[in-house]
């Protein structure tokens, strides 16, 4: 079956640090792949996406590229702040059976100090 | 504020009680999805629904069933409560089933805290 591992955390930075976490996936066929974010007290909210190899998904300032020979999808940015600490979700989709499926990594949680 | 919304925030009962939780999906959407979110197992797909239609089943507990009603809102209905199943339950929604190429986005709602003493 498909799967998602990523860096274990936490990570603690300091404001303007340049952040890395981590994501290898293992998928039959081609997945889309997507770093979801939760921040404290809140569901989860798509971050970025990437649908097929070479892609770069960016927003905020985040970005990842999806990296089909090294089955990678490794989520950066160059100067954290405080309030990007939250919990960020690595995930792949597939069509399973036909119909979607959303296989999420265990999550990171990333902790910015000032 | 995704638009989805799950009532209650928090649940608190005692271990072989039943409890159900509430969805509501954002404006238009189709599906609701159901996870569960706990520290050992992280985040687990349970179940899915599309317009009133079972869609897709993950690891979802024969204790533990879902239905999407006409108006399309959702509830999940936990029994036979056991320690293990505290934990944050999550809805989501999306616009359509997830069949075309592209991604359906799902949104998440706050989440339901449950707590089995």
């Known amino acids: 079956g498909n799967s998602v591992t990523q860096m274990e955390g936490p990570v603690t930075l300091s404001e303007e640090a340049f952040l890395t976490i981590n994501c290898t996936y293992t998928?039959?066929?081609?997945?889309?792949l997507f770093w979801y974010v939760q921040y404290p007290g809140e569901g989860l909210q798509l971050l970025l996406k990437?649908?097929?190899?070479?892609d770069k998904g960016s927003n905020k300032g985040f970005e990842a590229t999806y990296r089909k020979e090294t089955t990678s999808f490794h989520l950066e940015k160059g100067s954290v702040q405080v309030s990007d600490s939250a919990v960020y979700f690595c995930?792949?989709?597939?069509?399973?059976?036909?119909?979607?499926?959303?296989?999420f990594g265990t999550g990171t949680k990333l902790q910015v100090i000032p | 504020d995704s638009g989805v919304t799950q009532t209650p925030k928090h649940l608190i009962t005692a271990t072989g009680q039943r409890v159900t939780l509430r969805c509501s999906p954002r404006s238009g959407d189709l599906s609701v999805y159901w996870y569960q979110q706990s520290l050992d197992q992280g985040l687990q797909f349970l179940i899915q629904y599309y317009n009133g239609e079972e869609r897709a089943k993950g690891n979802i507990l024969e204790r533990f069933s879902a239905q999407q009603f006409p108006d399309l809102h959702s509830e999940l209905n936990l029994s036979s409560l056991e320690l293990g199943d505290s934990a944050l339950y999550f809805c989501?929604?999306?616009?359509?089933?997830?069949?075309?190429?592209?991604?359906?986005?799902?949104?998440f709602g706050p989440g339901t805290r449950l707590t089995v003493l």
């Open positions: 998928a039959t066929g081609y997945p889309s």
């Open positions: 995930a792949l989709s597939d069509r399973s059976g036909g119909y979607q499926k959303v296989t």
């Open positions: 990437a649908t097929k190899a070479d």
């Open positions: 989501a929604s999306s616009e359509g089933e997830g069949q075309a190429s592209s991604y359906n986005e799902q949104f």
